[in-house]
């Protein structure tokens, strides 16, 4: 079964209504100076009111073209982007207006995502103003003043009127927030929006996006390389793992970190580090057969992770693209390894690595 045949059918189940945002077999290709590439290949999933959905993978894995293309930023090469129902690129003006002010990102960089030569309080009235949400400017000042509040940047006289410069990175990512909060989205995309802010910090960033989803129902996509900030942020939402851009699991957070079966969503758990050092010295140590990324210029045959993968089976992985099928506790995922043992009815977790990586690890 193809994978948003899966994911629907279990949204219908529990009677949720529409989606927000629907992705549809979205592929995106690109021409570069090395060659034809396609960064995003046949991802679809639905977004629901209060979800939160995080996309994990490494550096080149396709999550940001896919938060791009989900934030009409970036027209998919092939498939659809739907808001509630309807094709963004089918839209008038005005419904595409409506979809551009409903769907807000979060950039990586809170020091280039600011304009410098703007105070905090012209970047919040300026948005305010424009859509009419506010018809003063002493009604948008009194917004800004709101909006500062809603993230923690107290008191709004320390902050409103000063330039991005005179902040710390994460006082300007807070101010990154609130202005993607001024138009009363009802999704947040953020992009890696911790990732350039102290761990020290992380935590209450982090938690003021749950405070947003919690009180006002704002739906996340979530992007990050982190799954230990996964595990803190969408421990009620899912996880969709990607690599060299295909959706290779997908499912509940505490199912994905905790007892991933794809063989790449098991090495990612295995390096979020652990305070306990006996957690550390239990985890599971899978150890790949490669540390390679696949350039996407030149991807392999069959499984595009089959030649970093411990479980490989020859004459299937490397010619056989797996599909992504719906495992017995209801996750997907695309693996023949985890397919075979869910058929034979063992453990998909219980594995036995290739003859040639037994020997290699049994000579270390």
């Not at 290709?29 to 060659?35: C, I, L, S």
């Not at 996309?55 to 659809?80: D, Y």
């Not at 979020?272 to 957690?279: M, S």
């Not at 030649?307 to 996750?331: A, E, F, N, V």
Request: aromatic letters at 6%; charged letters at 25%; proline letters at 6%.
């Amino acid at each position: 079964m193809l994978q948003d045949s899966i994911v629907r059918s279990e949204a219908n189940a529990t009677d949720r209504g529409e989606p927000i945002i629907r992705l549809d077999h979205i592929r995106r290709d690109f021409d570069t100076r090395g060659g034809h590439i396609t960064a995003v290949d046949d991802v679809s999933f639905d977004l629901f009111p209060g979800d939160i959905l995080c996309l994990v993978g490494e550096s080149g894995s396709g999550k940001t073209t896919v938060a791009r293309m989900a934030a009409g930023m970036l027209k998919p090469t092939r498939g659809h982007v739907f808001f509630e129902g309807k094709d963004i690129y089918e839209m008038n003006k005005e419904e595409f207006g409506n979809y551009r002010r409903a769907v807000q990102i979060v950039h990586q960089d809170p020091y280039a995502s600011l304009n410098p030569i703007h105070t905090i309080g012209d970047m919040l009235r300026a948005p305010l103003l424009k859509h009419k949400i506010c018809k003063s400017r002493a009604e948008a000042t009194k917004r800004a003043g709101e909006l500062l509040e809603m993230v923690d940047c107290r008191p709004v006289e320390n902050f409103i009127d000063k330039y991005p410069h005179q902040l710390s990175g994460g006082q300007r990512q807070r101010i990154s927030i609130a202005r993607a909060m001024t138009l009363n989205p009802r999704v947040i995309i953020a992009d890696e929006s911790v990732s350039m802010v102290d761990v020290s910090i992380r935590v209450s960033l982090l938690n003021t996006m749950l405070k947003l989803r919690n009180e006002l129902g704002v739906t996340f996509l979530f992007i990050t390389h982190d799954l230990a900030v996964v595990k803190y942020f969408a421990w009620e939402g899912n996880i969709g793992v990607m690599y060299v851009g295909k959706v290779i699991e997908y499912g509940r957070t505490p199912g994905i970190i905790g007892r991933g079966f794809h063989p790449y969503t098991r090495a990612l758990a295995a390096a979020i580090p652990e305070a306990d050092p006996d957690l550390t010295r239990s985890k599971e140590k899978l150890q790949l057969r490669s540390l390679d990324i696949p350039k996407l210029t030149e991807l392999p045959d069959g499984c595009v992770f089959h030649p970093r993968c411990p479980y490989w089976i020859q004459g299937l992985c490397d010619t056989t693209k797996p599909p992504l099928m719906r495992m017995p506790d209801g996750r997907l995922v695309a693996c023949h390894a985890v397919q075979q043992a869910v058929e034979r009815g063992d453990d998909p977790r219980d594995l036995a690595v290739t003859d040639q990586l037994a020997n290699q690890i049994m000579r270390e």
